[in-house]
């Protein structure tokens, strides 16, 4: 099951990162931000695309059990996924509410798959 877990986070981590490079405006549009420029659209492939990716690959290494990095390596981006959602906490804490998505959408995604990595560590 653990494994199970991994997998479903990494896929979830490679489609946003391959996203991101191929189409990092439209990645971005969903939370009225604007990448319209060659500096905006490069902030946006290396955050989301390029870490994106390293988490894909580094959680199939972890789902393959390559090199004992497994329980580190997946608490670490479990709680990297919990700082995430407890970043929308705070900004709803100091902002005005916002519609479910896609703010609360992906909030929800970071906590479960936070919670799922937890476990499977």
């Known amino acids: 099951m ?3 877990v991994i997998v479903a986070v990494a896929v979830f981590f490679l489609g946003m990162g391959g996203y991101a490079l191929a189409a990092p405006a439209a ?3 969903p ?3 604007v990448a319209d420029s ?3 659209r490069s902030e946006v492939r290396a955050v989301y695309g390029g870490f994106g990716l390293a988490i894909a690959v580094l959680l199939t290494l972890c789902a393959l059990d390559v090199g004992g990095l497994r329980p580190g390596a997946v608490l670490a981006v479990g709680a990297a996924l919990a700082g995430m959602a407890l970043g929308r906490v705070v900004s ?6 916002t519609a ?3 703010i609360w959408f992906y909030g929800a995604i970071e906590a479960v798959a936070a919670g799922l990595l ?4």
């Open 2 to 4: 653990s494994t199970v």
């Open 118 to 121: 937890f476990a499977a560590a």
């Open 92 to 97: 709803r804490l100091a902002d005005a509410p």
């Open 27 to 29: 990645l971005v549009r």
């Open 31 to 33: 939370f009225r931000l």
């Open 38 to 40: 060659p500096e905006s």
């Open 100 to 102: 479910f998505y896609p």
